[in-house]
């Protein structure tokens, strides 16, 4: 049931959709695309703006010895507060203003922010410019509806999400700003669709697998090793022996496609011997590379998925004295989920529900994004993706968000942070 209190913020809301639209129009002109990761101040700076107006205090957070901060490219993100009441409960929204590079094929220009048919275009309007302004206007019908939080509201916008979230999201959590002792809960306006709550995703094992061999004249291969028969060898093991094995693992999170719910592995690149560009000169490839995306289940231990790599390796090199493979890890995100009787997604559920008129479908990420910062760094157990737009369009060309996406999440958000925080 909505409340009158709840229904002024509604019509807010409603009342502030060119205002909504506009801001997204902005954010999308702003190319911040990554990687390289570019433009990340304006958007920081925009966000600021739109957070200042409404009475947050806010702060640049970057990790100075990140990597890939430099003073052409800084990593730049904002985050503010608007204290409550009391300084607990405090909900805390993050969306990210990195897009991926918009590709080829557009029909519109994927940095202007057309608006048409009742949809706005641009790289981002769903991954997740459309997400931002949805949560930021979430705020502002709260605050232009007159009502006075009791708990306190946050909202940060992070940078490099697409690529792993290392000088954005875990910054935050690496220095205490995402912690059980401030933050109660976590929305991060994700396109899941205005009647979904993503309750986490699976983990990620990221690894190499380098084989060597022995060169020899190319005329008279068998005087040598090739690494590129090797590396078939392990990949003949993993689609023989592995891949059939994980498909027998399926997880109990409701993870969406279906499809995702089994344990997968993909090969992300190969690369071995000669570059293959000209005819090159007669030789035996004395080595070989493959990297390797495993993703795994919440019911898998991380020990036994690199055990399983492991066993391959040392099966294979048992069995040939000519065998040579070595193993490296390149990335470890361990499963993530929020319980489903948690009080962020019982709220977030009934309020879409009393809005929406259906039920909340609770599903899972195939794919890894910011929750795993939230939770495994930050250790802050409630957090959910809930945002407007379609998954599917994300990182496509055309990326549109539909309006009517945008105003019913951000009403949704609106509510949740209302109930969730208690208000007059
Ligand atoms: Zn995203």
Not at 15 to 36: G, T
Not at 37 to 44: R, S, T
Not at 105 to 134: L, Q, S
Not at 264 to 277: F, K, L, R
Request: glycine share 10%.
């Amino acid at each position: 049931m909505v409340t009158a209190l709840e229904l002024r913020i509604v019509e807010k809301v409603d009342a502030l959709r060119e205002d909504m639209l506009a801001f997204l129009r902005e954010l999308i002109r702003i190319p911040s695309v990554n990687p390289p990761g570019d433009e990340y101040l304006p958007c920081a700076r925009l966000v600021d703006d739109g957070l200042t107006a409404l009475g947050f205090e806010t702060r640049f957070v970057t990790d100075e010895q990140h990597p890939d901060h430099s003073p052409e490219r800084p990593r730049v993100n904002v985050v503010g507060r608007l204290p409550g009441r009391s300084a607990m409960p405090t909900l805390h929204f993050n969306g990210h203003t990195d897009v991926v590079p918009p590709g080829e094929h557009w029909t519109v220009d994927p940095f202007e922010g057309v608006v048409k048919n009742g949809r706005i275009y641009g790289r981002g309007a769903c991954d997740m410019k459309g997400g931002i302004a949805a949560a930021l206007f979430a705020a502002a019908a709260v605050r232009e509806a007159g009502v006075n939080l009791h708990g306190s509201l946050e909202f940060s916008a992070t940078v490099d999400e697409e690529t792993g979230g290392y000088a954005g999201m875990d910054v935050l959590a690496r220095k205490g700003l995402i912690a059980p002792e401030r933050t109660s809960y976590v929305i991060i306006p994700e396109p899941f669709g205005p009647g979904r709550i993503c309750l986490g995703h699976r983990g990620v094992y990221w690894f190499r697998i380098d084989t060597t061999g022995r060169t020899a004249h190319g005329s008279m291969p068998f005087l040598g090793v090739s690494a590129i028969s090797q590396m078939e060898r392990v990949l003949g093991r993993v689609e023989s022996g592995l891949i059939p094995d994980l498909q027998t693992r399926v997880t109990d999170m409701p993870v969406d496609p279906p499809e995702a719910r089994r344990a997968t592995i993909n090969v992300n690149g190969i690369t071995g011997g000669q570059p293959v560009e000209g005819v090159g000169s007669p030789c035996v490839a004395d080595r070989c590379s493959a990297v390797f995306d495993r993703r795994f289940l919440k019911e898998e231990s991380f020990d036994d998925v690199k055990g399983e790599i492991q066993v391959l390796i040392g099966e294979l090199t048992e069995a040939d004295r000519d065998f040579y493979a070595e193993l490296t890890d390149l990335m470890i995100v361990h499963p993530v989920e929020t319980d489903r009787n948690a009080e962020l997604v019982r709220t977030a559920a009934q309020t879409i529900e009393d809005l929406l008129g259906t039920p909340a479908d609770l599903v899972a990420s195939p794919g890894t994004y910011d929750h795993k910062h939230v939770r495994n760094t930050g250790g802050v157990k409630q957090c959910i993706a809930y945002g407007p737009g379609l998954l599917h369009l994300a990182h496509q060309p055309d990326e549109y968000c539909e309006i009517d996406h945008l105003l019913k999440s951000c009403k949704v958000m609106a509510l949740t942070a209302v109930r969730l925080l208690g208000a007059d």
